[in-house]
């Protein structure tokens, strides 16, 4: 869709504005972590637990069953906000699979694979498209920064679910407030 301009004055002439185009991004992350997989798989399915051990997660709250309003804030000056409904958990063959609403629009996977002879590989796998205007109208010539924020969020993670596996609990306030082992 355009929309046509007419500019009067000296050198008035027609114009067009074209709407700008929702950026597109695919992230793929993997994790070695040397953890039982179960235990991983439970870490990564409490959402809402999130903000308790990774740093750039500023909020999760519930909205409704398997559904969850997040807040998360990387390096730069601005916040992505977006609803996370969970479609698969899928504890036989340890997936997490969700579709994302809201500053991002697309999915989200998470796959555990078991490690020999202990721990797990964690893929993480992103296709999402963005509604955030500052991330549109700047994406061709920032594209490299959002992309190296994103790499830092997810950097970011894997360090602190290292700590939290690890019984280094790295949460923002209290240092007893979260337990990795199921509930």
């Known amino acids: 869709m355009s929309v046509k301009v007419r500019v009067y004055g000296r050198f008035a002439a027609p114009i067009t504005i074209q709407p700008v185009r929702k950026a597109r ?3 793929t992350k993997r994790w070695i972590l040397d953890a039982p997989p179960s235990m ?3 870490v990564l399915k409490r959402v809402d637990d999130y903000p308790k ?4 997660f500023v909020s999760v709250n519930s909205a409704g069953p398997n559904s969850y309003d997040m807040v998360v804030k990387g390096f730069l000056p601005y916040k992505i906000k977006y609803r996370l409904m969970n479609n698969v958990i899928d504890r036989k063959n340890l997936v997490l699979e969700g579709v994302v609403d809201g ?3 697309g999915w989200i996977r998470w796959d555990v694979n078991p490690r020999n002879p202990v721990g797990c590989d964690v893929l993480f796998k992103e296709e999402v ?4 205007w500052i991330l549109n109208t700047f994406s061709s ?3 490299p920064i959002f992309r190296f924020n994103h790499k830092r969020v997810m950097n970011r993670g894997e360090y602190s679910i290292r700590a939290l596996l690890g019984g280094f609990t790295l949460a923002k ?3 007893n407030a979260f337990d990795p ?3």
């Open 141 to 143: 010539v920032l594209r």
């Open 25 to 27: 991004y695919g992230f």
């Open 53 to 56: 051990w990774w740093p750039d």
């Open 103 to 105: 500053d991002l629009e």
């Open 40 to 42: 991983v798989f439970d």
């Open 181 to 183: 082992t199921p509930s």
């Open 173 to 175: 306030s209290d240092p």
């Open 129 to 132: 498209s963005t509604k955030k």
